[in-house]
Every structure is written in structure tokens, then in C-alpha cells.
């Protein structure tokens, strides 16, 4: 906050106090009670959000959540939009991220307007929790994706393949996908990934496991078949077991290499 405050921002206490004196919030937090408490708390957002104000949650949680946060900030006077984000980090970096918002569609240009900043592709998506719906659907397909690459890598570099000619084949073949292609799970493919800095400074296995269990309560609401999401649930959760929670998801790599060499 100091060196935000030594570029020229305002700091702040508390949410309260920064929503007494904005007119626009965005808020990115890693779960469901984080967003509770901030917005509903001692000393949260609804404690002293003026009329009016635009509030952008770009956490991923569960969407009946989202859904919670927009009545309660209608009560306020506020409007409330979901607006999860994909891209990683060095889509962070480079300011390409992807936000999917969900909410009143009259709302969506002013949304839009504060989240090109940061992003490349700011896409509505409906009814508020549509966002979360699409974050969840999205990172479920990444983790099976992630874990299919680092099954692959795996194989072949026991078969005796280097694994950055692995890699270049893979992403002209049929096999293809971001995470063989940007984000591969092997240390020494790519550079400026987690998996080239000791899977340090990305999206943890953790917050990947809390997200498929997103995935996994809507599959079961919903009555939808995911095997493979539940699959890619259960060994994520066991990865965050076995010391790897605070690690890039992309350290499954890391994980099955370990499993495979006992």
C-alpha cells in the first residue's frame, strides 16, 4: 500500500472507507467469505456505499454468491456486477486479460470502461453470476487441460524425449492447447512461467482446487456428468495435501513426476 501510495493513490483503513469516498469498486478476492466479509462485515463496502456506486467483483465464487452481494447492493442504492478474470499472470503483466461480466446489461459500457484498463477482452455474459458461471465452466476445462499436458510431458520424458522438442511438436499437432503452448508445466520449456521459477509467482493449486470445487457443487445442482472435473478435483486436493497448495497449478507436472519416480 505504501508503494501504491508513493505512486500518487489514496490508501484506506478499511473497505468502508474506501467505499464512503468512490463512486466506483473493484474488488479481487480469493473466495466466497472473502467476498462476505469485505462487502457485509464489520467495517465492509455496505456499510457506507454511496448511491449510485458501480461494484465490480472479479474473485471467482460460487455465483448464488454473486447473486447475494448484487440484491443486497440494490438495497444500498449500488449496483453490483460479477466479473471474473482469466489470462494469468502475464496476461496481468501485459494488461490482456479476459473478464466475463454478469449483471445489468445498462451497466455493462461503465464496466467495461474501468475493466479495459486491465484487460484485452471485457465480455457480457447475462444475468448476474453468469460471469462466475463461465470463470468455473472455463477453469475446470483448464485444470483436466493442465493435467493431460503434464501427464504427456511425463510420459515422453520417460521415453527418453527432450522435452522442449516434445513441446514444439505437440504445438503443431492435435494436441495443442494453451497450456502446452503458454503456460507448459515442465521447468526449462518456457520462459516466464512458474514452472521456469520454481512454479513460484502464479495461480496456486489451491485457489485451482477451491474453483473445481465451484465446478463440482454446480455439476451437482445441476444434475451435469463432469468425470474428469472430478477427477482433476480430487488431484488437486491431494496436491494441496502433499505440499504443493501454494505452488502454481501447473506444479500437477511436478506432482505426477514425483508420484511416478516411488
Not at 454511496?50 to 454468491?65: A, N
Not at 454446480?218 to 468425470?227: D, E, F, I, R
Request: hydrophobic share 40%; net charge negative; with cysteine.
Amino acid at each position: 500500500m505504501e508503494n501504491i501510495e508513493d505512486a500518487g493513490a489514496r490508501i484506506a483503513a478499511t473497505p468502508a472507507e474506501v467505499a464512503s469516498k468512490v463512486d466506483s469498486i473493484i474488488t479481487m478476492l480469493p473466495n466466497s467469505q472473502h467476498v462476505i466479509s469485505c462487502y457485509t462485515g464489520e467495517k465492509g463496502v455496505f456499510e457506507a456505499v454511496q448511491p449510485g456506486t458501480l461494484i465490480l467483483d472479479s474473485s471467482t465464487i460460487d455465483p448464488s454468491v454473486s447473486k447475494e452481494m448484487a440484491s443486497l447492493a440494490l438495497k444500498k442504492g449500488a449496483v453490483f456486477m460479477d466479473s471474473p478474470v482469466s489470462g494469468g499472470v502475464n496476461a496481468a503483466k501485459a494488461g490482456t486479460l479476459t473478464f466475463m461480466v454478469g449483471g445489468d446489461e445498462k451497466e455493462f459500457e461503465a464496466a467495461k470502461g474501468l475493466l479495459s484498463a486491465m484487460g484485452q477482452n471485457v465480455v457480457y455474459c447475462g444475468g448476474v453470476g453468469n460471469g462466475q458461471a463461465v470463470k468455473i465452466c472455463n477453469n475446470m476445462l483448464l485444470a483436466i487441460s493442465m493435467i493431460g499436458t503434464a501427464e504427456t510431458m511425463n510420459l515422453g520424458m520417460r521415453l527418453g524425449l527432450e522435452p522442449k522438442l516434445m513441446a514444439s511438436i505437440i504445438n503443431t499437432a492435435t494436441g495443442r492447447c494453451w497450456s502446452s503452448e503458454l503456460y507448459n508445466p515442465v521447468p526449462g520449456v518456457l520462459q516466464n512461467v512458474p514452472s521456469s521459477n520454481n512454479y513460484e509467482g502464479g495461480f496456486g493449486a489451491a485457489l485451482m482446487a477451491k474453483d473445481l470445487g465451484l465446478a463440482q457443487d454446480a455439476a451437482t445442482k445441476s444434475l451435469t456428468p463432469t468425470p474428469l472435473g472430478s477427477l482433476a478435483h480430487q488431484i488437486y486436493r491431494v496436491m494441496c495435501n502433499s505440499g504443493l497448495a501454494e505452488k502454481d497449478f501447473s506444479s500437477v507436472f511436478q506432482f505426477l513426476q514425483e508420484r511416478s519416480s516411488k
